[in-house]
Every structure is written in C-alpha cells, then in structure tokens.
C-alpha cells in the first residue's frame, strides 16, 4: 500500500484540504459527481488534496483522484466502490482537537499515517453527511471545513423544523403536513384521514416527499387518494418521516447565498422553468436529463431585490455558514415563498449554485476557493 499511498502525503507550505464524498444516502451518486468538480476546480498549485470517499454502507476509502470517472456516463452512476484504491482498509479522521493527522488502516497491517489536514470540504448530499452528522465528528476533531455548522446543516435537511424555523422568522412558507414514522406504522388510517383533510382544504395534487432527503429522491406527485399510500411508500424508502406539501401555483425561482468578509450575499436569481418531459422537477429531469435553468430569471429589480433578501434572510434564520441554496415559488399572487434551503447544493458544472454565481462575476475555481479560504480562516468552536 506504501506506493499507493505516496501521493496522498502533503507538500510543503500548502494547505491541505480533504475533499470527503459519497455517504450512506439515496444521494451517493450525485455526491461523487459533485466531488469531481470540486476536485477538478480545486488550484493544485495552492492546495494539496487528499480524496476521501465514503461507500454506500459506510467505508471510509482512499480513492483515485481522478475527476473523469466521477462523471455520469451514459446515464450510468458513479460510486466511492468504483474509485477505491486496492485493499480493504479505512481511513481514520483524527478525533483528537490535538493533532490532525489522517491514518489509514488495513487489517494485519501497521496503520500508516498520510499526514495532516488543514481543512475538509464536505461535498455529502442527504442523511449521513449534511444532516449536521459529520459536522459534529469535524468540530469534536477541531478540524475546520467548508459550511454550514451541526445545527444549521440538521435544520437545512428536516424539512419540517426548516419550515418551522422559518415561520418563526416571518419567512412565507406554503401549507404542508407531516406523517410520523409511528402514526403510519400504528394508525396509518388517521394519517390519511389529515391528508384527505389538508387537500379539502388546499386542493389536489399534493406532493409526499421524504422529509430528510434531496435531489428530488422519492417524491412523488399524487392526484387523489388512491395513489397516496403508494406514493408514501416510496417516500419511507429514503425516510420514515413523510412531508405533505400543497401544489403552488407559480414559478421556480432558484437564488445562492454566499459568506463574504462583510456577511452573506446572494446571488443573481435563477429560474426553473417547467419540463415538458416531466411532471414536476424531479431527479432524472435535474441529473439525467440535464434540464436546465434559466439565468439569470427573467425578474424585475424589484423581483430580484425581494427574492434576494429572502434568501440572505433564511441563511441568518437557520444560522447558516460558507453558502447555501434557497429556493422558492413566486405565486400568480406576486408573493415569494421559500420552499427550502440545502446548506450543501448540487455542485456539479450544470447545477444551478455554481450558475448563479458564475453569472455573478464569481467562476467556479473561484467559488471553489472562496469556501475553502472561509473555513480555513473561521474559527473552530462556538460561535
């Protein structure tokens, strides 16, 4: 393993930043892809690199630095399985405040140290990873990274407290219901029974959705009753807790928070238009199929003004840090709704965040390196 391991080890006066990837959620895939345009972007000349991925049940490899095979081919999805160096061994974080030094180990082996880290940029997409999981091991190993803290990151992926934090905070959300993993497993007849109840008073279709995932994974658009617990069934795949969101009658808009010295600034504002080729804007329209948005949204100033403050504001309501995602309806009404924020988004060439800014006047390296140098200058602990 040593020469497998010689180009992992730091060189010199440059930070070192491990780019952590893949995960235990429905999102694996787009997080490697994710991870290869971070690693593609990131300036070798300033930084040294260290890719750490983590498999679909939870093995942490060392994997092959190599951008091109992160790729979705063929609508063919990648995996850490793919890109793992030879061996069954892990690598180890340090879980000492006290040093930084990454280990990996191999049964019957010597653990072999690959030197220090100096910050981690996270690029996990769902539970196990932007759920405020690994931020809380990086703060317990006092090591920085890129974004959102534990409570920022566990509030931007439960749908439901994020809504509730926002109401908290003025912010305009839509109607929604919530079906708890033991009301459908003891009493799934009352749970329909509040669904039925919430579309007399709001109307057909509703949307179930996971309330504790992305990517559009496992939402489903139902019509009526019949198709409501076929629809949850498929929502409990990805999380037991479910989301039931009224339709919105308006248009996608889409806007990029990010930290700058000063405070958070957002972003030109990006618009979704509707995909003739799918029913609602779900994961083969976002990933496969590669729909793309409009930027920037064809808004007026006063539009654009409004769905920008919006957007800085939900990033300070959920105490939010490096950048977020904030997306919203605007109703036939006129008024802005903020349906949800991801403290981690899509990062790959075509997702909308990088787009946004890189009409922004800030491109892709940049913004690459932006967020490591945030958390490389953010001080570790409370705050």
């Given amino acids: 393993m040593s020469s497998e391991t010689t180009p992992h080890q730091p060189g010199p006066n440059r930070p070192r930043v491990a780019v952590v990837f893949g995960g235990r959620s429905s999102e694996h895939a787009i997080s490697v892809v994710t991870a290869g345009a971070v690693l593609r972007a990131i300036d070798r000349a300033k930084y040294d690199v260290l890719p750490i991925g983590i498999t679909a049940d939870g093995r942490w490899a060392l994997t092959a630095d190599d951008p091109d095979r992160m790729a979705i081919t063929d609508r063919q999805l990648p995996s850490v399985d793919q890109l793992a160096e030879s061996g069954s061994g892990g690598v180890v974080l340090p879980v000492d405040p006290a040093s930084r030094e990454v280990v990996y180990s191999e049964p019957g082996s ?97 949307f179930v959705k996971p309330a504790r995932a992305g990517s559009s994974m496992g939402i489903t658009k139902v019509e009526d009753l019949s198709g409501l617990d076929e629809a949850i069934e498929e929502a409990r795949r990805h999380d037991p807790k479910i989301l039931i969101e009224s339709l919105l009658s308006g248009r996608e808009i889409e806007c990029g928070v990010l930290e700058f010295g000063d405070g958070p600034k957002a972003s030109v504002p990006a618009e979704i238009p509707p995909v003739s080729s799918h029913d609602f804007y779900d994961f083969e329209a976002k990933y496969i199929d590669s729909a793309s948005g409009i930027v920037p949204a064809p808004l007026t100033a006063e539009e654009t003004d409004e769905v920008q403050r919006l957007a800085v504001r939900a990033f300070e309501a959920a105490s939010c840090e490096g950048l977020v995602r904030a997306d919203f309806f605007l109703l036939d009404s006129g008024e802005f709704v903020i349906n949800e924020i991801n403290t981690m988004p899509g990062f790959t060439p075509i997702s909308m965040y990088p787009r946004m800014w890189q009409e922004s006047g800030v491109d892709y390296p940049e913004l690459v390196d932006r967020l490591i140098q945030s958390a490389l200058h953010r001080p570790t602990g409370l705050r």
């Fill in 110 to 206: 010597v653990p072999k140290v690959l030197g220090e880290v100096d910050v981690v940029f996270p690029v996990l997409h769902g539970p196990y990873g932007e759920d405020g999981t690994l931020q809380g091991l990086l703060e317990l190993s006092g090591v920085p990274y890129v974004g959102s803290g534990v409570l920022a990151s566990a509030v931007g992926m439960d749908k439901e407290y994020m809504k509730r934090v926002f109401t908290s905070f003025g912010l305009p959300v839509g109607p929604y219901e919530v079906i708890r993993p033991r009301e459908w497993e003891q009493d799934p007849g009352a749970a329909r029974k509040r669904v039925v109840d919430f579309a007399g008073d709001h109307g057909w279709p509703v």
